[in-house]
T-cell receptor
Framework: RKEVEQDPGPFNVPEGATVAFNCTYS??????FFWYRQDCRKEPKLLMSVYSSGNEDGRFTAQLNRASQYISLLIRDSKLSDSATYLC????????????FGSGTRLSIRP | DADVTQTPRNRITKTGKRIMLECSQTKGHDRMYWYRQDPGLGLRLIYY???????NKGEISDGYSVSRQAQAKFSLSLESAIPNQTALYFC??????????????FGPGTRLLVL
Protein backbone atom coordinates (compact mmCIF):
# COMPACT_ATOMS: atom_id res chain seq x y z
CA ARG A 1 0.00 0.00 0.00
CA LYS A 2 1.26 3.46 -0.88
CA GLU A 3 1.92 5.79 2.03
CA VAL A 4 -0.15 8.51 0.38
CA GLU A 5 -2.92 7.65 -2.02
CA GLN A 6 -5.04 9.78 -4.30
CA ASP A 7 -7.73 8.95 -6.82
CA PRO A 8 -5.93 9.74 -10.10
CA GLY A 9 -9.13 10.87 -11.80
CA PRO A 10 -9.66 12.49 -14.15
CA PHE A 11 -12.52 14.35 -12.59
CA ASN A 12 -14.38 16.02 -15.43
CA VAL A 13 -16.92 18.56 -14.17
CA PRO A 14 -18.79 21.52 -15.68
CA GLU A 15 -17.83 25.06 -14.90
CA GLY A 16 -19.55 26.27 -11.76
CA ALA A 17 -19.78 22.84 -10.17
CA THR A 18 -18.46 21.89 -6.78
CA VAL A 19 -15.88 19.15 -6.73
CA ALA A 20 -14.11 17.40 -3.90
CA PHE A 21 -11.37 14.86 -3.66
CA ASN A 22 -9.57 13.09 -0.88
CA CYS A 23 -6.08 11.95 -0.10
CA THR A 24 -5.47 9.13 2.37
CA TYR A 25 -2.26 8.56 4.29
CA SER A 26 -1.09 5.48 6.13
CA UNK A 27 1.29 6.85 8.77
CA UNK A 28 -0.59 8.00 11.85
CA UNK A 29 2.51 9.97 12.92
CA UNK A 30 2.09 12.34 9.98
CA UNK A 31 2.05 15.90 11.18
CA UNK A 32 1.69 18.42 8.40
CA PHE A 33 -0.29 18.40 5.21
CA PHE A 34 -0.50 20.45 2.04
CA TRP A 35 -2.25 20.67 -1.28
CA TYR A 36 -0.15 21.65 -4.29
CA ARG A 37 -1.39 22.42 -7.76
CA GLN A 38 0.50 21.36 -10.86
CA ASP A 39 -0.40 22.56 -14.34
CA CYS A 40 0.49 20.39 -17.31
CA ARG A 41 4.28 20.27 -17.85
CA LYS A 42 4.85 22.86 -15.12
CA GLU A 43 6.23 22.82 -11.61
CA PRO A 44 4.03 22.23 -8.54
CA LYS A 45 2.95 25.30 -6.61
CA LEU A 46 1.51 25.47 -3.13
CA LEU A 47 -2.26 25.82 -3.11
CA MET A 48 -2.84 25.69 0.62
CA SER A 49 -1.71 24.18 3.86
CA VAL A 50 -4.14 21.94 5.70
CA TYR A 51 -4.73 22.65 9.36
CA SER A 52 -6.41 20.49 11.95
CA SER A 53 -9.26 22.97 12.25
CA GLY A 54 -9.74 23.10 8.50
CA ASN A 55 -9.07 26.16 6.43
CA GLU A 56 -10.63 28.08 3.61
CA ASP A 57 -9.14 30.31 0.93
CA GLY A 58 -11.76 31.79 -1.32
CA ARG A 59 -13.40 28.97 -3.25
CA PHE A 60 -11.06 26.37 -1.80
CA THR A 61 -11.55 24.51 1.47
CA ALA A 62 -9.13 22.00 2.92
CA GLN A 63 -9.88 19.67 5.79
CA LEU A 64 -7.99 17.11 7.82
CA ASN A 65 -9.53 14.02 9.37
CA ARG A 66 -6.89 12.49 11.64
CA ALA A 67 -9.14 9.68 12.87
CA SER A 68 -9.68 8.38 9.37
CA GLN A 69 -6.30 9.59 8.11
CA TYR A 70 -7.30 11.61 5.13
CA ILE A 71 -7.24 15.17 3.89
CA SER A 72 -9.74 16.66 1.50
CA LEU A 73 -9.93 19.53 -0.94
CA LEU A 74 -13.22 21.13 -1.91
CA ILE A 75 -13.47 23.54 -4.83
CA ARG A 76 -16.67 25.56 -5.13
CA ASP A 77 -17.89 27.40 -8.22
CA SER A 78 -15.17 25.80 -10.30
CA LYS A 79 -13.51 27.82 -13.06
CA LEU A 80 -11.89 26.70 -16.28
CA SER A 81 -8.59 27.86 -14.78
CA ASP A 82 -8.94 25.29 -11.99
CA SER A 83 -8.10 22.54 -14.48
CA ALA A 84 -4.87 21.04 -13.19
CA THR A 85 -3.48 18.15 -11.21
CA TYR A 86 -3.78 18.46 -7.44
CA LEU A 87 -1.08 16.86 -5.34
CA CYS A 88 -1.41 16.14 -1.66
CA UNK A 89 1.73 16.24 0.46
CA UNK A 90 2.19 14.58 3.82
CA UNK A 91 5.10 15.22 6.17
CA UNK A 92 6.12 12.99 9.02
CA UNK A 93 8.51 14.00 11.78
CA UNK A 94 10.25 11.34 13.74
CA UNK A 95 13.78 9.98 13.85
CA UNK A 96 13.67 10.19 10.05
CA UNK A 97 11.57 13.00 8.72
CA UNK A 98 9.80 12.18 5.51
CA UNK A 99 7.94 14.08 2.86
CA UNK A 100 5.61 12.11 0.63
CA PHE A 101 3.81 13.44 -2.42
CA GLY A 102 0.68 11.78 -3.68
CA SER A 103 0.60 10.93 -7.36
CA GLY A 104 -2.05 13.55 -7.96
CA THR A 105 -5.70 13.90 -8.93
CA ARG A 106 -6.34 15.32 -12.36
CA LEU A 107 -9.21 17.80 -12.61
CA SER A 108 -10.68 19.01 -15.88
CA ILE A 109 -13.31 21.75 -15.92
CA ARG A 110 -15.44 21.91 -19.05
CA PRO A 111 -17.32 24.99 -20.29
CA ASP B 1 13.31 36.58 -13.22
CA ALA B 2 12.52 33.16 -11.79
CA ASP B 3 13.52 32.62 -8.17
CA VAL B 4 14.50 28.97 -8.72
CA THR B 5 16.18 28.10 -12.00
CA GLN B 6 17.27 24.77 -13.41
CA THR B 7 19.68 24.01 -16.21
CA PRO B 8 19.40 22.39 -18.62
CA ARG B 9 15.65 22.37 -19.18
CA ASN B 10 15.82 19.40 -21.48
CA ARG B 11 18.54 16.83 -21.98
CA ILE B 12 18.98 13.68 -24.00
CA THR B 13 21.87 11.46 -23.08
CA LYS B 14 23.04 7.92 -23.60
CA THR B 15 23.32 5.04 -21.18
CA GLY B 16 26.55 5.18 -19.21
CA LYS B 17 27.15 8.90 -19.60
CA ARG B 18 27.70 11.18 -16.65
CA ILE B 19 25.29 14.07 -16.45
CA MET B 20 24.84 16.98 -14.08
CA LEU B 21 21.67 18.95 -13.46
CA GLU B 22 22.07 22.32 -11.84
CA CYS B 23 19.80 24.36 -9.63
CA SER B 24 20.20 27.97 -8.52
CA GLN B 25 17.99 30.08 -6.30
CA THR B 26 17.75 33.73 -5.44
CA LYS B 27 15.23 33.29 -2.63
CA GLY B 28 17.89 33.17 0.09
CA HIS B 29 16.52 29.87 1.38
CA ASP B 30 18.74 27.50 3.33
CA ARG B 31 17.02 24.30 2.26
CA MET B 32 17.19 22.73 -1.17
CA TYR B 33 15.80 19.51 -2.59
CA TRP B 34 15.95 17.31 -5.67
CA TYR B 35 12.92 15.29 -6.77
CA ARG B 36 12.05 13.17 -9.73
CA GLN B 37 8.55 12.81 -11.13
CA ASP B 38 7.36 9.80 -13.08
CA PRO B 39 3.87 9.26 -14.48
CA GLY B 40 1.60 7.70 -11.87
CA LEU B 41 4.21 7.86 -9.12
CA GLY B 42 4.17 11.46 -8.00
CA LEU B 43 7.29 13.28 -6.89
CA ARG B 44 9.92 11.28 -5.05
CA LEU B 45 12.69 12.85 -3.01
CA ILE B 46 16.22 12.02 -4.18
CA TYR B 47 18.42 14.17 -1.92
CA TYR B 48 18.00 17.21 0.27
CA UNK B 49 20.23 19.72 1.98
CA UNK B 50 19.24 21.84 4.96
CA UNK B 51 22.32 24.03 4.72
CA UNK B 52 25.63 24.22 2.86
CA UNK B 53 27.33 21.55 4.97
CA UNK B 54 24.36 19.23 5.18
CA UNK B 55 23.48 16.51 2.65
CA ASN B 56 20.83 13.85 3.22
CA LYS B 57 19.57 10.93 1.20
CA GLY B 58 15.94 10.87 0.26
CA GLU B 59 13.69 8.04 -0.75
CA ILE B 60 15.50 7.10 -3.97
CA SER B 61 19.15 8.20 -3.81
CA ASP B 62 20.76 5.16 -5.45
CA GLY B 63 22.44 6.10 -8.72
CA TYR B 64 22.52 9.80 -7.85
CA SER B 65 24.87 12.15 -6.04
CA VAL B 66 24.61 15.80 -5.11
CA SER B 67 26.79 18.77 -4.32
CA ARG B 68 25.81 21.90 -2.41
CA GLN B 69 28.36 24.34 -3.73
CA ALA B 70 26.87 27.37 -2.00
CA GLN B 71 23.66 28.38 -0.29
CA ALA B 72 22.22 29.24 -3.68
CA LYS B 73 23.40 26.23 -5.69
CA PHE B 74 22.57 22.54 -5.49
CA SER B 75 23.53 20.18 -8.28
CA LEU B 76 22.44 16.63 -8.99
CA SER B 77 24.68 14.15 -10.78
CA LEU B 78 23.95 10.88 -12.47
CA GLU B 79 27.34 9.17 -12.52
CA SER B 80 26.36 6.58 -15.11
CA ALA B 81 22.93 7.25 -16.54
CA ILE B 82 20.53 4.40 -17.18
CA PRO B 83 17.21 4.41 -19.07
CA ASN B 84 15.05 4.10 -15.94
CA GLN B 85 16.42 7.46 -14.82
CA THR B 86 14.41 9.02 -17.62
CA ALA B 87 12.09 11.38 -15.77
CA LEU B 88 11.18 14.96 -14.99
CA TYR B 89 13.52 16.35 -12.33
CA PHE B 90 12.58 19.20 -10.03
CA CYS B 91 14.67 21.27 -7.69
CA UNK B 92 12.94 22.97 -4.78
CA UNK B 93 13.82 25.33 -1.96
CA UNK B 94 12.30 26.20 1.38
CA UNK B 95 12.90 28.31 4.45
CA UNK B 96 14.11 26.24 7.38
CA UNK B 97 11.45 25.70 10.02
CA UNK B 98 11.82 22.10 11.09
CA UNK B 99 11.21 18.83 9.31
CA UNK B 100 9.54 19.43 5.96
CA UNK B 101 6.66 21.53 7.17
CA UNK B 102 7.43 24.65 5.25
CA UNK B 103 6.26 25.60 1.76
CA UNK B 104 8.48 24.36 -1.03
CA UNK B 105 9.19 26.47 -4.10
CA PHE B 106 9.94 24.51 -7.23
CA GLY B 107 12.07 25.22 -10.23
CA PRO B 108 10.64 24.73 -13.73
CA GLY B 109 11.98 21.20 -14.06
CA THR B 110 14.48 19.37 -16.27
CA ARG B 111 13.24 16.73 -18.68
CA LEU B 112 15.85 14.00 -18.97
CA LEU B 113 15.78 11.21 -21.52
CA VAL B 114 18.34 8.43 -21.23
CA LEU B 115 18.63 6.32 -24.35
Amino acid sequence: RKEVEQDPGPFNVPEGATVAFNCTYSNSASQSFFWYRQDCRKEPKLLMSVYSSGNEDGRFTAQLNRASQYISLLIRDSKLSDSATYLCVVNTYSSASKIIFGSGTRLSIRP
Amino acid sequence: DADVTQTPRNRITKTGKRIMLECSQTKGHDRMYWYRQDPGLGLRLIYYSFDVKDINKGEISDGYSVSRQAQAKFSLSLESAIPNQTALYFCATSVGQGGFQETQYFGPGTRLLVL
